[in-house]
Nanobody, 126 residues
Framework: QVQLVESGGGLVQAGGSLRLSCAAS??????MGWFRQAPGKEREFVAA????????HYADFVKGRFTISRDNAKNMVYLQMSSLKPEDTAVYYCAAKRVRMVVDAVFTGTQDYDYWGQGTQVTVSS
């Protein structure tokens, strides 16, 4: 059974940093991603990583500020966030794509992912 559990969210001042973690179980060699959803807005892509960790992709609004990484030995995916802005306030979701064969690619659409965590709240105060 696939399970994704996010942690690490919280309240931080603008300019601060947070590291989100996603514990994944029941998965192997799956492309992963982070998305976020602010109140009244649609869920949007933040960052993605290949199953090997060798390639990453970011939304323009987080480039240079956020870093996605993974530790396959621990079945963990991380999102290091720095220089946080109030507009980064949202619920952040970890997602995994179901694959039947190894695919070394990144995916950016919500429709590309099959498994989702419950989300973790990030609030950035001004």
């Amino acid at each position: 059974q696939v399970q994704l559990v996010e942690s690490g969210g919280g309240l931080v001042q603008a300019g601060g940093s947070l590291r989100l973690s996603c514990a994944a179980s029941g998965l192997s060699r799956n492309p992963m991603g982070w998305f976020r959803q602010a109140p009244g807005k649609e869920r949007e892509f933040v960052a993605a990583i290949t199953w090997s960790g060798g390639r990453t992709h970011y939304a323009d609004f987080v480039k240079g500020r956020f870093t996605i990484s993974r530790d396959n030995a621990k079945n963990m995916v991380y999102l290091q966030m720095s220089s946080l802005k109030p507009e980064d306030t949202a619920v952040y979701y970890c997602a995994a794509k179901r694959v039947r064969m190894v695919v070394d690619a990144v995916f950016t659409g919500t429709q590309d992912y099959d498994y989702w965590g419950q989300g973790t709240q990030v609030t950035v105060s001004s």
